[in-house]
Nanobody, 121 residues
Framework: QVQLVESGGGLVQAGGSLRLSCAAS????????MSWHRQAPGKQRELVAA???????NYADSVKGRFTISRDNAKNTVYLQMDSLKPEDTAVYYC???????????????WGQGTQVTVSS
């Protein structure tokens, strides 16, 4: 079964750091564009960071200068380094992206199950 699995979430004090990982598993030829979203209770899911196949990145204004998205294609993994965390960063963080199953197939969209990040003041 092809899937994305997030890990690395937890409880941290304001000003601390966490690194989230998102590992793709199954029959995968390549990862294409990948992203991280987050959703707090009662709020809309929002884009946090995205990275293209060529490693071009973009970030939400609220996390610029604090979060860094990166990828390791050899490990089929994408990361989100989160520094200087604030209580308003508290949310469930979801990995998503397009995976190809062969050199000729079209990419398909996948979402992970989410990992909880809680930042205390």
């Amino acid at each position: 079964q092809v899937q994305l699995v997030e890990s690395g979430g937890g409880l941290v004090q304001a000003g601390g750091s966490l690194r989230l990982s998102c590992a793709a598993s199954g029959s995968i030829y390549s990862m294409n564009a990948m992203s991280w979203h987050r959703q707090a209770p009662g709020k809309q899911r929002e884009l946090v960071a995205a990275i293209s196949s060529a490693s071009t990145t973009n970030y939400a204004d609220s996390v610029k200068g604090r979060f860094t998205i990166s990828r390791d294609n050899a490990k089929n993994t994408v990361y989100l380094q989160m520094d200087s965390l604030k209580p308003e960063d508290t949310a469930v963080y979801y990995c998503s992206g397009y995976l190809r199953h062969s050199s000729i197939s079209n990419p398909r969209m996948y979402w992970g199950q989410g990992t909880q990040v809680t930042v205390s003041s």
